[in-house]
């Protein structure tokens, strides 16, 4: 059964830095591309940021380019972001899922979700 | 304002059939690129639900379907039951847009 599991959640100041873990398990994870997804509190989903299967390539949204990074270990099977100079706008559930890197994009499986929350 | 238009609310009562319309543009759906759906029940991270237009994921009942015609797709349940009441999202690929992963808004299905 293939599941993800978010760890990482918290409360942040402006300005400030976090790191979200998603640990899987159920499937050869170095076979697949990982993805960030999240949703603001009452809101709809946005896409944050990919890595793929070997790690070498990222994406990420403009609205966190230079502020996130996202990794992975394989041999943890574990996906990662870290989270910098963090506002208001990126308080929200984040969801790691496991996806393509090539089209078509859709995420087939989700993490149970973790909340940041940025607030001074 | 999402890149895809879904209705931000549908309703039906048991029994009956209900459909989600997402509208794109020519840049996403209308270019042929795939569209995908998903289910967000209350408190629950999202489940795809529809992928490539019309493919249910193994375990989805065949009472949720997919289409896509032009620029726009739709979701279409039958049978309503009273454990469809949820959020429902597409998402697709934008190839005008820097952030090319797009999904729409949502909509909330009311089951009466």
Redesign the interface.
């Known amino acids: 059964e293939v599941q993800l599991v978010e760890s990482g959640e918290g409360l942040v100041q402006p300005g400030g830095s976090l790191r979200l873990s998603c640990a899987a398990s159920g499937f050869t994870f170095s076979s697949y591309a990982m993805h960030w997804v999240r949703q603001a509190p009452g809101k709809g989903l946005e896409y944050v940021s990919a890595i793929s299967s070997n790690g070498g390539s990222t994406y990420y949204a403009d609205s966190v380019k230079g502020r996130f990074t996202i990794s992975r270990d394989n041999s943890k099977n574990t996906l990662y972001l870290q989270m910098g100079s963090l506002r208001a706008e990126d308080m929200a559930v984040y969801y790691c899922a496991r996806g393509n890197w090539n089209r078509p994009y859709y995420f087939d499986y989700w993490g149970q979700g973790t909340l940041v929350t940025v607030s001074s | 304002q999402?890149v895809l238009t879904q209705p931000p609310s549908v309703s039906g009562a048991p029994g009956q059939r209900v459909t989600i319309s997402c509208t794109g543009s020519s840049s996403n759906i209308g270019a042929g690129?795939?569209v995908?759906w998903?289910q967000q029940l209350p408190g629950?991270?999202?489940?795809?639900l529809i992928?490539?237009n019309s493919n249910r994921?193994s375990g989805v009942p065949d009472r949720f379907s997919g289409s896509k015609s032009g620029t726009s797709a739709s979701l279409a349940i039958t049978g309503l039951q009273a454990e469809d009441e949820a959020d429902y999202?597409c998402?697709s690929?934008d190839s005008s847009l820097?952030?090319?992963?797009?999904?729409?808004?949502?909509t909330k299905l009311t089951v009466l």
């Not at chain 2, 629950?44 to 795809?48: D, I, S």
């Not at chain 2, 820097?98 to 999904?103: E, H, R, T």
């Open positions: 999402s690129y795939d995908h998903y629950t991270a999202p489940k795809l992928y490539g994921p999202y998402q690929y820097s952030d090319n992963v797009v999904f729409g808004g949502g």
